[in-house]
């Protein structure tokens, strides 16, 4: 079945390290996303990819980092200088007709 | 950026009774959509409005695109216990259900049986 995975579903980061946030779909989609959630806030964009290669920062993309160098495949790295990194972030992909497929998210918490 | 105001934050309801959330815009929105979100997963989509005016329904859900494109609602009729969760509205200024999205801050639903 086609779908968007990510993994790992919970990381643990010590202050001052980078972790990189894996997101993989098989629905030949051509964008995919990056979103930040936290209680209260909704779903902030962190960055997007509409096209192998290239992508944009979103809302909220200072401290992070994206790569775009597989259709199926956009990372996101949270780097130290991401100063609140604790939260659950969400990956998602579309496609003209397609409207938005969700990840089941990761849970990065600071230890 | 452009941004979409989602109430109420939460709600607690008696199984059976009617919800009706809404969201509201300063900016229009040619496309809303209504997204619900399990614990621990990620939004499922429920319904995609297109046309200014628009009422769709999917169930017992009801949703409508307000006339001046910069408000929608959900309703949400009869409720049961497994329409708990985070209801999400989201805007696309393209005019797709698809391309970047804004978000409203999310309307958290419990339902006692």
């Known amino acids: 079945d086609g779908g968007i995975t990510q993994s790992p579903k919970y990381l643990f980061r010590k202050e001052g390290q980078n972790v990189t946030l894996s997101c993989e779909q098989n629905l030949n989609h051509d964008a995919m996303y990056w979103y930040r959630q936290d209680p209260g806030q909704g779903l902030r964009l962190i960055y997007y990819?509409?096209?192998?290669?290239?992508?944009q920062k979103g809302d909220i993309a200072e401290g992070y980092s994206v790569s775009r160098e597989k259709k199926e495949s956009f990372p996101l790295t949270v780097t130290s200088a991401q100063k609140n990194p604790t939260a659950f972030y969400l990956c998602?992909?579309?496609?003209?007709?397609?409207?938005?497929?969700f990840g089941s998210g990761t849970r990065l918490t600071v230890v | 950026g452009q941004q979409l105001n989602q109430s109420p934050q939460s709600m607690f309801i008696q199984e059976g009774e009617d919800v009706s959330m809404n969201c509201t815009s300063s900016?229009?929105?040619?496309?809303w959509l209504w997204y619900k979100q399990d614990p621990g997963e990620g939004p499922v989509l429920l319904i995609a409005l297109y046309k200014a005016g628009e009422l769709t329904s999917n169930g017992r859900l009801t949703a409508q695109f307000g006339i001046t494109r910069k408000d929608s609602f959900l309703n949400i009729s009869a409720s049961i216990p497994s329409d708990v969760g985070i209801y999400f509205c989201?805007?696309?200024?393209?005019?797709?259900?698809?391309?970047?999205?804004?978000f409203g801050q999310g309307t958290i639903l419990t339902v006692h049986p």
């Open positions: 998602a992909s579309s496609d003209r007709g397609h409207g938005y497929t």
């Open positions: 900016s229009i929105f040619n496309t």
């Open positions: 990819s509409q096209i192998v290669n290239d992508f």
């Open positions: 989201a805007g696309n200024a393209g005019g797709t259900s698809y391309g970047k999205l804004t």
